[in-house]
């Protein structure tokens, strides 16, 4: 009996994830190479808290691949993780006493922290000391997912899928709401990584140096793109 009804909802799991990838290829092929930047940048990091950056993209890998299976509110759960993750491992980067008891699990990471403009992360004077900027729009948006994402997270009524949906089936508005704030999340950790690590000698190719140059913009952090293009010379 449960493996017929496994079995069931995997061929309904495999029609959605065909028809995600058929009708949002696109938006699909751009999120890929933000990923494949991710990667890139990851791959040219070498210390201890790498290993964050590796979870990242494991967190971004499952949410993507539940987003195609239509498991939406699980989609949106590995998104607020991602976010945390990234914001977690810039804020470690320069809190090693934090980062070692993390480590023993001594530390727990609080998204109050990680956003405080203070002390945390999202703090203008802190990212200024990387990259004299204007981080407005960054805050903002990291700010929105996270919160938007924490709406399934914590099963508010509105967000929970068996209210919208009775089965679990391929919902083309859905999917592309999820897609959009998974791209948005992307250029978030590139412009996070690029930030932090702005005197990064990457050596990419022409594609990554032109996805950079889109997010950086799309961001206003005109002055993190010019300090960044110093390196590519």
Known sequence: ?????IK??????????????????????????????????????????????????????SGLYSGLQALYRNAYISLRSGIELSLTYVYFLDHNYEYL??????????W?????EEKGVLNEKYLA???????????SLCRKIYRDCSQFVHGKYEYMYTVK?????????????????????TNIIIALLLIRHSNLNLGIDETYKGII????????????LEKVKEYWK
């Open 8 to 61: 069931g909802f995997k061929n309904r799991l495999d029609d959605n994830i065909s028809k995600s990838i058929k009708e949002n290829d696109k938006k699909l092929s751009e999120i890929s190479l933000n990923i494949e930047l991710i990667e890139e940048i990851t791959s040219h990091i070498d210390n201890d808290t790498q290993i964050i950056l590796k979870e990242i993209i494991h967190d971004l890998i």
């Open 1 to 5: 009996m449960i493996g017929d009804l």
């Open 165 to 185: 949906h009775q089965v679990i089936d391929y919902d083309k508005d859905t999917l592309i709401e999820f897609l959009n704030m998974f791209y948005d999340l």
């Open 101 to 110: 008891f993390w480590k023993q699990d001594k530390y727990d990471v609080k």
């Open 129 to 139: 000391l990387f990259c004299d900027d204007k981080f407005e729009k960054l805050f």
């Open 213 to 224: 140059e889109k997010n950086l913009k799309k961001l206003q952090l005109t002055n993190t």
């Open 112 to 116: 109050s922290v990680l956003e405080n």
